[in-house]
């Protein structure tokens, strides 16, 4: 072979090598970054040579700072909903010896044991006994849950009042009270109560106030103490969820699980009274 056959030969490879590369650049560019490979890590788990970062903490502070801002804006609507509860129920909140009179006592349930008031369902029903005994209160309202057979709420309240002074023909039941929204429209809508104070734990008394004041009840409340154990403090925190459900049933105004004819057994105990 000559030597202008070579340098033909050599400069065919080369051009031949060239659109080797430059097709494999191309194709590169289309397909993406390859993969590198760590030990230990198979070829799936690799990660992507690239020029982003990951996903994480903002780099610059700028960012940050707007990162910071959006999490307390979060944390600020997460909270208005529970700030509404006790903005509503502010200068509504009484001790038994300092509420102020009223015909009705409504007192919210608060679970069974055997059958029986938990703990603090009982401290619950002791302040209303404590607001009648006092002539505070005319009639007790107890307000619960009764969707079951096996279960009675009201009826389990109205034996542990009677046993501890109130006549029964003072005591109404509303078997109804499914939650603390439905208590309260069904104490307006169904009992004709206009007016009355209200008794829960403390963690819950703020919702209750503001959810019958929401239902066109004028309602005063009586937070009874309880020991600090992990009950109190669960219930504490489900109060600023339940807030957000407060907030709107107050706003959408939805009807009771159950609502039903009207009851005269408030209206009832109060002309018992007055005869």
Not at 42 to 67: L, Q
Not at 145 to 154: F, G, H, K, T
Not at 241 to 268: H, M
Request: charged share 20%; aromatic share 8%.
């Amino acid at each position: 072979m000559g030597t202008g056959a070579v340098a033909g030969v050599a400069k065919a490879e080369t051009q031949a090598a060239t659109q080797a590369e430059t097709q494999a650049e191309t194709q590169g560019e289309v397909q993406g970054p390859a993969p590198v490979v760590g030990p230990g890590r198979g070829a799936g788990a690799g990660r992507w040579r690239s020029g982003r970062s990951r996903v994480g903490w903002p780099r610059t502070v700028r960012a940050r700072r707007r990162a910071v801002r959006v999490v307390m804006g979060l944390c600020v609507l997460a909270l208005l909903p529970s700030t509404w509860t006790h903005v509503s129920a502010a200068g509504r909140l009484r001790t038994t010896a300092r509420a102020p009179a009223a015909e009705v006592a409504v007192v919210f349930g608060a679970g069974l044991w055997n059958g029986r008031p938990t703990p603090y369902l009982a401290n619950r029903l002791d302040a209303a006994v404590e607001l009648y005994r006092t002539g505070k209160v005319k009639v007790v309202l107890v307000t619960g849950d009764n969707s079951r057979r096996e279960y009675d709420e009201p009826d389990a309240m109205r034996t542990y009042l009677t046993a501890h002074g109130v006549p029964d023909g003072r005591v109404v039941s509303d078997y109804a009270g499914f939650d603390t929204w439905d208590s309260c429209v069904r104490a307006r809508e169904i009992f004709g109560v206009r007016r009355a104070v209200l008794v829960s734990q403390g963690f819950h008394i703020h919702r209750a106030v503001a959810l019958c004041q929401a239902a066109g009840v004028d309602a005063y409340g009586v937070g009874v103490d309880d020991a600090h154990d992990a009950t109190w403090y669960f219930g504490g925190a489900r109060e600023v969820f339940a807030a957000g459900k407060a907030a709107l049933d107050a706003v959408l105004r939805p009807d009771p699980t159950f609502l039903g004819p009207k009851e005269e057994g408030v209206s009832r105990a109060l002309g018992a009274l007055a005869d």
